[in-house]
């Protein structure tokens, strides 16, 4: 049996607000098992009261860092390096850093050369070079905006439903344009991993969109589910095996079609047209 990844979490209270720490530490959990939870900022400062309230509830460990000069953020550097201290231990199996300044960015380039994992939490105004350099990346407004919606009453629940079906409309609606190039990352994967029938497993596709692009999340297209999301785009086909696991393929009547969208196959035909020049 494989043992948990063992994770360390470092945690700028400077530029994350205090109420989303449960479902992010909840989020974490399904990771691995954190071994450190440390919390960073000047806890004399006024700023940090409702932080102050979260360290003990959630078994937190809090790091003093004076701002010694005005305007820098010294809290970054402090959480730099006690990462690379922990880094060099040997310990661990990969951190989470969650901040949403991309002065991180080096440091989870550097942790992920030594090895080891880097999942980042931050809010939509990350920068996108550090949601990318991450393995995965998960916003924090979704993350919180998710737990909200668990912890209403079911009451509540119903009186929203219309507006959450509008939400869900509304995000599909804007997504146009990043359902095209997901439809064309999803080919690509499975032209590269398909079976001799042109089958690939469902999960194996996601797992390496999330390796291509950090920040996906389905829920951001207006679905509960990664299948569902596929399952709206129309041009790809999918099928419960017997071992229950899912499996996706071009529909076979598009797969030209899809095909000849891939970057590879324009590369290709311009070659041809060069060819047919000369």
């Not at 691995?32 to 102050?52: A, E």
């Not at 668990?150 to 507006?163: G, L």
Request: proline fraction near 3%; aromatic fraction near 8%; charged fraction near 25%.
């Amino acid at each position: 049996m494989n043992q948990p990844k063992k994770l360390a979490v470092l945690i700028n209270a400077d530029n994350v607000c205090a109420n989303t720490i449960e479902s992010i530490l909840n989020k974490i959990a399904t990771f691995g098992r954190i071994n450190i939870k440390r919390v960073y900022g000047d806890w004399g400062s006024s700023c940090l009261t409702t932080w102050r309230q979260k360290i003990l509830p959630n078994a937190l460990t809090p790091i003093q860092q004076l701002a010694y000069i005005k305007g820098k953020n010294v809290t970054d550097v402090a959480i730099i390096i006690d990462a690379m201290d922990l880094l060099h231990s040997k310990v661990f199996d990969g951190f989470c850093i969650v901040s949403s300044d991309s002065d991180f960015t080096s440091l989870a380039t550097r942790i992920r050369a030594g090895g080891l994992l880097v999942y980042g939490f931050g809010d939509t105004k990350t920068p996108e070079i550090y949601r990318n350099i991450c393995d995965q990346f998960i916003c924090m407004d979704e993350l919180n905006s998710s737990t909200n919606k668990n912890s209403v009453s079911i009451t509540a629940e119903q009186s929203k439903k219309t507006e959450q079906k509008q939400v869900v409309q509304s995000k599909a609606k804007n997504n146009t344009g990043l359902k095209r190039q997901l439809i064309t990352l999803i080919a690509s994967i499975i032209e590269a991993q398909k079976n001799k029938e042109g089958w690939c497993n469902l999960g194996c596709v996601k797992q390496r969109i999330i390796v291509e692009k950090p920040d996906f999340n389905f829920k951001s297209y207006g679905y509960s589910k990664f299948s569902s999301l596929i399952a709206s785009i129309y041009l790809f086909e999918l099928k419960k095996g017997s071992s229950c696991l899912v499996r996706i393929r071009p529909e076979l009547s598009n797969s030209k079609l899809i095909l000849s969208n891939m970057p590879c196959a324009k590369t290709k035909n311009k070659e041809k047209e060069k060819t047919n020049t000369l």
